[in-house]
Nanobody
Framework: QVQLVESGGGLVQAGGSLRLSCAASGSISSINAMGWYRQAPGKQRELVAASTRGGSTNYADSVKGRFTISRDNAKNTAYLQMNSLKPEDTAVYYC????????????????WGQGTQVTVSS
């Protein structure tokens, strides 16, 4: 079984910072892309930032210059450093990872964490 566990969410004032972590555990052969998504009340889930295993990244326009995704492949962990937070960043943040496992053959599935709440007050 594979688990993604997020941590680091909370309540912060506008202009503040938070750092989210996403740790993958279980029977993992390798982790390919990892990303952070968010979903605000009444809105669709949207991509915030993503990183390939090799370190290539992409960001939503709304967070460019403020958020940074990074990962520690040895620890199967991804991070999202969020600076200059705005009230519109308030959402549940989810970690997603494309994970390859081996069970007689290699196969890749997409996994989601349970989400962590980020609330930015004005």
């Amino acid at each position: 079984q594979v688990q993604l566990v997020e941590s680091g969410g909370g309540l912060v004032q506008a202009g503040g910072s938070l750092r989210l972590s996403c740790a993958a555990s279980g029977s993992i052969s390798s982790i390919n892309a990892m990303g952070w998504y968010r979903q605000a009340p009444g809105k669709q889930r949207e991509l915030v930032a993503a990183s390939t295993r090799g370190g290539s990244t992409n960001y939503a326009d709304s967070v460019k210059g403020r958020f940074t995704i990074s990962r520690d492949n040895a620890k199967n962990t991804a991070y999202l450093q969020m600076n200059s937070l705005k009230p519109e960043d308030t959402a549940v943040y989810y970690c997603n990872a494309d994970i390859t496992r081996y069970n007689g053959r290699f196969y890749t599935n997409s996994y989601w964490g349970q989400g962590t709440q980020v609330t930015v007050s004005s």
